[in-house]
RNA sequence: GUCUCCAUCGUCUAGUGGUUAGGACACCGGGUUUUCAUCCCGGCAACGGGGUUUCGAUUACCCCUGGAGAUGCCA
């Protein structure tokens, strides 16, 4: 029997790193061996379910290459793969298990409930349904509803035994049945399933053959081998992935950071990064190997090598997954994904002008391995489009110096730039290359003749021109911007340290 | 409260009934360098505790402790 697995989230927010994680080792299972990935939209809450999280989620999986083989727009012959559309299905295989008796009809209020809840807390007992309503006669039960009452359906749960069932990862688990949660809800008020009963009537229906799921649904584990089992079905195999934790060891959240895909995404992380990076929460290769592409994963992917305990989603690594792929990207491609970030901060027109895209094009060879984040490429390259200003004066003075000692390395530094010779264009690269050691060569021999260190030569410079204390290689910053206008930013330098 | 799961460096992890317990990130040094970054070299650092089995347990079993999750008409 080939594999089927399948995703299925709930529109009900961005998708965030935990899902994706579920999402991707589904994907990878069903890769490596032959089978089909299947997406299901569980959007049987009807409060929570929005068409942006929706969106977000096609978004999501295109964007980190997740393609489905079956589900919405793609039939695969179990349709429809959204659950509000597979509404009448529930309810018919809910009053299946009434007629069975291995469900009934509850009709008490939530506020009740509420009640029980609190009395249970307060007085430290365990908490759940008091199955009030199990014991209702099904005529009485008949008449109440014929009368109209609302009420929802519950799963009777036997009050004996115990269910069990086998994990791949975790091997046999289970619990007494006295400790499954009394009677859950199996269709609510408004005539929707919950998740326990939707998720399991769907992936009978769809032939799922293995359920990769985070490890929070252990618990219910049983209960919903239990559902399997009133209907007469045979349940799938298990498959329960260590969850994805915080710094603080909680559960990842958005008190951590960033935890939505589409923010990951907005801030500059390459795909290709965050699924090799989550790709290692909880799964490992071997002991050596850590850069796996998509295509890789798909094929080296296996049940055998997840392990059993939480991962905590470490931001540092991350970060340093996505300047490996950076560096690896192909130029071209990068600087297509660079230039609208320009543009976006209002730096350079969009499209950009071909004077823009020269510039830009020179400064990419500098800036290229300082990259961590797309988005770093704005703070690097802003003094090039746009005048910074002075920023901090004080940055411009070099250790064991003042400010008019500053000035007079800036003025000497000013004067060997009035004699220097016109830059090259930025699309010739020897040239430019040549320019600036010559530069450089001048530079040097002329702080060694003024017994200055070149570092102090060149930091109240690297403030004029940049007004920053970092910035991409001076020579080359200074070329691209032109001398007309790196001199005039210097001189306001001067002038601004001359008055300190 | 009850139930369930988990336990190797700070983090992700490899690993084995006998290993100097390996790698990566982070961190700390050093080198390259014009700042930053890259790159290179080096260092720090772990089997939670107690028992049992065993000639020998980090590895198997039990208990404890610790952490997490579930306990919804959310998934």
């Not at 796996?292 to 049940?303: K, N």
Request: charged fraction near 30%; include cysteine.
């Amino acid at each position: 029997m080939s594999v089927r697995v399948r995703y299925a989230p709930s529109p009900t927010g961005l998708q965030h790193i935990g899902g994706i994680r579920t999402a991707l080792f589904n994907y990878f299972f069903a890769r490596a061996n032959g089978g089909s990935f299947i997406l299901r939209i569980e959007d049987t809450d009807r409060e929570r379910s929005t068409p942006e999280a929706l969106e977000d989620l096609y978004s999501t999986l295109e964007w980190l290459g997740i393609n489905y083989d079956e589900g919405p727009g793609k039939d695969g012959g179990f349709g429809p793969y959204v659950q509000s559309e597979r509404e009448q299905l529930y309810k018919d295989k809910a009053a299946e298990l009434i007629s069975s008796g291995k469900a009934y009809p509850c009709f008490c209020s939530s506020e009740r409930l509420d009640v029980i809840r609190e009395e249970q807390k307060a007085a430290k007992k365990s908490i759940g349904y008091d199955r009030y309503c199990r014991g209702l006669s099904p005529d009485e039960a008949d008449a109440r509803i014929k009368a109209g009452e609302k009420y929802v359906i519950r799963l009777k749960v036997p009050l004996e035994g115990k269910t069990v069932f086998d994990d791949i990862i975790l091997g046999q688990t289970g619990r007494k049945n006295k400790d499954i949660n009394p009677d859950p809800v199996i269709l609510k008020t408004d005539g929707f399933p919950t998740y326990h009963l939707a998720n399991v009537i769907d992936d009978h229906a769809m032939g799922i053959t293995h359920i990769m799921r985070a490890q929070e649904w252990i618990p219910s584990g049983p209960l919903h081998v239990l559902i399997y089992e009133a209907f007469g079905w045979k349940p799938p195999a298990y498959c329960h992935l260590p969850m994805v934790m915080g710094k603080d060891g909680q559960k990842l959240s958005k008190r951590h950071g960033s935890t939505s895909v589409s923010d990951f995404r907005k801030n500059g992380y390459l795909p290709e990064a965050l699924v090799n990076f989550v790709s290692l929460l909880g799964w490992s290769y071997d002991d050596s190997r850590e850069f796996f592409s998509m295509e890789d994963l798909c094929s080296l992917f296996s049940l055998e090598k997840i392990n059993k305990s939480p991962a905590v989603f470490d931001y540092k690594k991350l970060d340093w997954f996505n300047g490996q792929y950076l560096r690896m990207k192909d130029p071209e491609e990068l600087k297509e994904m660079l230039l609208p970030l320009l543009a976006g901060e209002g730096l350079i027109s969009n499209p950009p002008s071909s004077g823009e895209r020269g510039i830009f094009n020179g400064a990419f060879n500098i800036i290229r391995e300082r990259l961590k984040l797309l988005n770093d490429v704005v703070p690097m390259l802003r003094f090039l489009f746009t005048d910074p200003g002075i920023g901090n004066a004080e940055d411009a003075i070099p250790k064991k110096m003042d400010a008019s000692e500053a000035a007079k390395a800036l003025v000497l530094g000013e004067k060997l730039l009035l004699e220097a010779a016109d830059p090259p264009d930025a699309s010739d690269e020897d040239a430019c290359e040549a320019w600036d050691e010559v530069m450089d060569g001048r530079f040097r021999e002329k702080a060694e003749k003024e017994k200055l260190k070149i570092g102090a030569m060149l930091q109240p410079l690297r403030l004029a021109v940049t007004a920053s204390k970092v910035s991409p290689p001076l020579f080359p910053a200074i070329r691209l911007l032109g001398l007309d206008e790196s001199l005039k930013r210097i001189k306001r330098l001067i002038d601004t340290l001359k008055n300190m």
